[in-house]
């Protein structure tokens, strides 16, 4: 593997210089400055661009190959998008500029929340939130706040399924709501009945995926959403999965009161290592005066952002407006793309997704055989017993075949789950070779079991001791 | 078909035999068909490469873009190393998930983990995260870093960044936090106000310095005073100062956080920035978000690996204290280039430059009728009231290409300078303003 940044470093040694400074010096009193340097690496331009091109090397991105985590959409990431987002009109002008010079700004993120409603049917945006997570934990503070403005107090719990993302409990909790978590029925979808039993007046609200994290459009979606009405909650859509069903079905219309999308996953902006993503929130028109400040919104006179005189928002969720130029890649997606486009995208994700069901249903079993949406989860439960071979273990093995492996042991209620994504963006070669590896390891794990069992083999490194890493955490350089 | 989708009519035929599919549409088939859209989404047609980019450039040049920033408050300009600009826009880096499969993504993971020990070596502390949405959010994460069961009770002055103090109380108010506000004296923590404020209900004391007006705060008196009573001291600070002035640790903070966009990030329009997280290593399990480790492979070579995951929302659920999932690693990657591309000579004299400018500028702007707002040491920002109304000031500065200070009320404003300002632009501001103000 690679030195370290600091192993590089030689004392002395220079990377960029700035300009002289031509201005008389300052003396801080002695109590403020700094005594020490800090042990930032000394390193030349040259030695810096090798470390890095050498780290870039043992990074595996949707440019390197298939990536079908499922529930994460790695779509592949349009590099006209990083264009228009490194453009200087965009990327170099201050978020506290005055209004009438950042008119283009302003024009663009009002479009792209306009978008986004036609998109999931709701009525207005706001696209402060930086991430899936933080959109989960905008959108039920609106819940909250719209509970309280009713003078409804007694409403302190939220019902998340027991197959949702772990984010959806984390934010209720966040959002000082006590979690009720409902069983799924065999289909992946809400247990109609388990709901019954759980909806009384101290709901506040319900968090669905829509399709569900196995990949399934609920049928009961619209007895669900009316259900929880009746007992006077609200719907929450976590737009996780809204890849399967652009153009062709909307949260809005299936009931749900507030949405998050991760234009990070449907609008093709790229994951960058973990970050950063975006996280807009939809919401219908009865819970506008609460988003948060720092919402565009238009005036009979123009542009204005919410801020702390709109009393009645839920405040603040970050500083400025969001992730600005993460918005612009994907305003700039859905330009390209257009009304039949995106519907082209879905048909095709769900198009593939079904293509590689289908080639690996008979060697793997797939918790729900029928029409899948975008994304399908297999089960290993069964060649674990009989080999000893787990999902991880599979997982590793297909490293070796320059593919990313499908998300592991998600969801919860599906045993040594393989949760496959394939996205619109791959091609029909791709999925066959895929198809093709996930046989030849099945067979695998009956003959020779020690092979996968020691894979990866051709990584930069072999696998990696998870367990030492937490018992003995070692979380910087040691100098 | 467009889309980036490559399947081409004859394999989607082919695809959909396979799957004993009549069309695209038939794969919906399931769906209640009252919830079928009967039309075609109201958007605009797609668009060729050449006229999406048309569009985008039109809109991009309806925004001013200025050749000279004198505006901080939280966000600043400076010089982007094009080493930092072009390897930090690899593919490999720019495409990759989060590196969950660590076989896969030794290099990004180590690239966290060298972020974690620049910002470490920078603020003093023993730990860091691998970086959560920004400043403001950092600060509202780190409540829930000090509060105890017993002591619910925040300290907070209102010279820390507006922003910071509106999203700590939105994050506050169904936590069962308590914010307490901390008067100012001078545009500094009143230190008598605090020793009153700080009981046995107090769980941590925040602060920004150099504070929101720029200026030096009393840190190890604040410290003093705030592990007196066993309570936890937050130092919100703007990393690139550190370079130059004292560590967070080495002034008595338990926790640094703070907004890292001054690492080499453009200003953006708000975002995506960089929220960074470190603390003394007592606290290391109430870090929120990913933490990047160093392990050993099967055979025994130096690896990495994201840690410490029991903390976080895909194992704790409900009982973990953050949502927090995604967070901005490829920022993350910008300011350890960023820090690496200047070394810390660099650093300092960016820190340095910044540092002696803004007192440049002050001088200048008490010669023709300024006067300084508050009295007390300060670092690259001041807050000046000026003899003039300052939209005119503000006017003024436009017509020279140069954007203003940010103007705090009808004759008070907020300046930064940074190191891209040269003495002579801030030479000729100074003629000119001197003419209008005559």
Redesign the interface.
């Known amino acids: 593997m690679s030195k370290l940044l600091f192993e590089r470093s030689v004392v002395g040694r220079r990377g960029i210089l700035i300009d002289p400074i031509d201005v008389p010096e300052v003396k801080l009193d002695e109590q403020y400055v700094r005594q020490s340097k800090p042990r930032l690496p000394e390193i030349g331009e040259v030695d810096l661009v090798r470390h890095y091109m050498e780290l870039s090397k043992y990074t595996f991105g949707v440019d390197n190959g298939f990536y079908p985590l499922g529930s994460c959409t790695m779509k592949y990431n349009p590099k006209l998008n990083e264009a228009t987002a490194s453009l200087e009109g965009f990327a170099n002008i201050h978020p506290s500029q005055s209004l009438e010079t950042v008119q283009g700004a302003l024009t663009l993120m009002d479009d792209l929340s306009h978008s986004l409603c036609e998109i999931t049917g709701m009525d207005a945006f706001t696209l402060q939130p930086a991430a899936g997570a933080h959109g989960e934990f905008t959108g039920l503070l609106l819940i909250h706040a719209y509970h309280k403005a009713n003078n409804d107090t007694k409403r302190t719990k939220v019902i998340v399924p027991d197959s949702s993302h772990g984010t959806n409990p984390a934010s209720a909790a966040m959002a000082g709501y006590q979690v009720i978590s409902v069983p799924s029925n065999a289909q992946g979808g809400v247990d109609v009945d388990a709901l019954k039993l759980v909806l009384n007046d101290e709901i506040a609200g319900l968090m669905l995926t829509n399709p569900n994290t196995l990949g399934l459009f609920d049928p009961n979606i619209e007895l669900i959403t009316s259900m929880v009405h009746e007992v006077g909650g609200l719907l929450y859509y976590d737009g996780a999965n809204l890849n399967a069903i652009m153009g062709t079905a909307r949260p809005g219309d299936m009931g749900f009161d507030v949405v998050h999308l991760n234009l990070h996953k449907t609008f093709s902006t790229p994951h960058g290592g973990g970050g950063p993503g975006s996280g807009p929130v939809g919401v219908k028109a009865f819970l506008k005066p609460f988003l948060p400040q720092g919402s565009l919104v238009k005036e009979t006179y123009g542009y204005r952002f919410l801020d702390e005189r709109d009393q009645s928002s839920i405040g603040r969720m970050r500083s400025y407006y969001g992730n600005f130029l993460v918005n612009v890649r994907a305003y700039t997606y859905i330009q390209s793309l257009g009304r039949d486009g995106l519907k082209a995208a879905s048909q095709n994700a769900v198009l593939n997704a079904n293509y590689l069901m289908e080639g690996l249903k008979d060697t793997y079993p797939v918790t729900y055989p029928g029409t899948c949406m975008h994304e399908f989860v297999i089960s290993l439960e069964k060649l674990k017993k009989e080999t000893g071979i787990s999902a991880k273990d599979i997982s590793k093995a297909l490293l070796d075949y320059g593919m990313h492996p499908p998300t592991m042991y998600f969801p919860l209620i599906v045993h040594e789950a393989l949760m496959i994504e394939p996205t619109e963006t791959e091609s029909k070669e791709t999925l066959d070779f895929f198809i093709e590896t996930m046989k030849k390891l099945h067979d695998l794990a009956y003959s020779k079991p020690e092979v996968i069992l020691n894979a990866p083999y051709s990584t930069p490194v072999k696998r990696v001791d998870d367990v030492q890493a937490a018992r003995n955490p070692i979380l910087k350089y040691m100098f | ?7 081409t009519d004859q ?2 035929t ?3 035999e ?2 004993k ?1 009549a069309s ?2 038939d ?6 068909s ?4 009967k039309q ?8 060729s ?1 050449f006229a ?2 048309a ?12 050749s000279t ?1 004198l ?1 901080g ?3 600043e ?1 400076h ?1 982007v ?1 094009a ?1 930092v600009k072009q ?1 930090s ?11 969950y ?8 993971l ?5 972020y ?3 910002m ?3 603020t003093g502390m ?3 995260n ?2 959560v ?5 950092a600060a509202a994460e780190a409540m829930q870093m000090v509060v105890e069961r017993n002591r619910r009770v925040i300290l907070m002055p209102e010279n820390m ?1 507006p ?2 103090l ?2 700590m ?3 506050a ?4 936090i308590q914010l307490v506000d901390l008067k100012t004296i001078d545009g500094r923590i009143d230190l008598n106000d605090l020793q009153a404020k700080c009981d046995a209900n107090t769980a941590g004391v925040f602060i920004q310095h150099p504070n929101y007006f720029g200026l ?1 705060e009393d840190v ?1 008196e604040i410290s003093r005073i705030t592990h007196g009573i066993q309570a936890k001291l937050v130092q919100y600070t703007n990393p690139l100062t ?6 967070p640790r ?1 002034l008595g903070a338990d926790i640094a956080i703070g ?1 890292a966009q001054s690492l080499g990030i ?8 960089l929220g960074f997280m470190a603390a003394s290593a007592d606290l ?1 399990r109430r870090l929120p978000g ?10 025994g ?5 994201l ?4 903390r ?9 204290s ?10 993350a ?1 910008v300011a ?2 960023y ?12 820190a ?2 910044g ?3 803004a ?2 500028l002050l001088q200048e702007l008490e010669k023709i009728g300024f006067k300084r707002k508050y009295e007390g ?1 300060f670092f690259n920002e001041f807050v000046v009231v000026s003899p003039i109304e300052h939209s005119i000031i ?1 006017r003024v500065c ?1 017509e020279m290409d140069i ?1 203003a200070g ?1 103007g705090l009320s009808s004759h008070e404003s907020l300046w930064c300078v940074t ?1 891209t300002t ?2 002579a632009t ?1 030479d000729q501001l100074i003629a000119r303003l001197k003419e209008v103000i005559q």
């Open positions: 078909m467009a889309g980036y989708i490559l399947n394999e989607r082919v695809m959909l396979q799957i599919r695209l549409d794969l919906y088939a399931e769906l209640p009252d919830l079928k859209l075609d989404l109201n958007l605009s047609a797609g668009q490469e999406v980019m569009k985008l450039k039109a809109l991009s040049s309806q925004n001013k873009v200025y920033i505006r408050a939280g966000v300009h010089h190393p080493v390897l826009n690899r593919e490999e880096f720019v495409s990759a998930y989060t590196p499969q660590s076989e896969l993504s030794q290099g990004v180590q690239s966290i983990f060298e974690q020990t620049q470490c070596e920078l023993d730990v860091c691998a970086s949405y920004d400043g403001a959010t960044h922003h910071v509106q999203t109380r939105t994050y108010q169904w936590a069962n030096l190890q550190c370079a130059y002035l004292k560590s080495a907004e453009p200003m953006s329009f708000g975002g995506p920035y290391v990913r933490i990047a480790g160093q392990t050993v492979d099967l055979d070579k130096r690896a990495f690996t840690t410490l995951q029991a976080e929302q895909h194992i704790r659920r409900e009982k973990a953050s949502s927090i999932c995604s967070n901005q690693a490829l920022m990657l350890s280039m820090c690496a591309s200047m070394g810390p000579q660099g650093l300092k004299e960016v340095d430059a540092l002696r400018k007192h440049y040491p503000e436009d954007l940010l190191e040269s003495k801030l």
